[in-house]
Nanobody, 120 residues
């Protein structure tokens, strides 16, 4: 059974930091591109950051220079270090694993989400 389990969310003041973690099932982690999405109330889910299986990263423009995504393949875990948080970062954050199979099929797996709230 594939599982993604997020941790590390919570309430923080503007300018503060949080680190999110997502522990994934070993069966998928090694070959998956790992992503963090977020969704604020009344808004669409948006990609925040991603890291490929060979450690290429990409970031949403609004978080560049503040957020850092990384992965530890030995622990099957992906991290999102979030610095200089502001109230606009308040959202539910979701871990996503994306696997492209040999025949081109793309499989998506999602965590249950974790709340990040930034107070002004």
């Amino acid at each position: 059974q594939v599982q993604l389990v997020e941790s590390g969310g919570g309430l923080v003041q503007a300018g503060g930091s949080l680190r999110l973690s997502c522990a994934a099932s070993a069966i998928i982690f090694r070959h998956a591109a790992m992503n963090w999405y977020r969704q604020a109330p009344g808004k669409q889910r948006e990609l925040v950051a991603g890291i490929t299986s060979d450690n290429k990263t990409n970031y949403r423009y609004s978080v560049k220079g503040r957020f850092t995504i990384s992965r530890d393949n030995a622990k099957n875990t992906v991290y999102l270090q979030m610095n200089s948080l502001n109230p606009e970062d308040t959202a539910g954050y979701y871990c996503n694993a994306k696997i492209t199979r040999w025949d081109g099929r793309v499989e998506d797996y999602w965590g249950q989400g974790i709340q990040v709230t930034v107070s002004s």
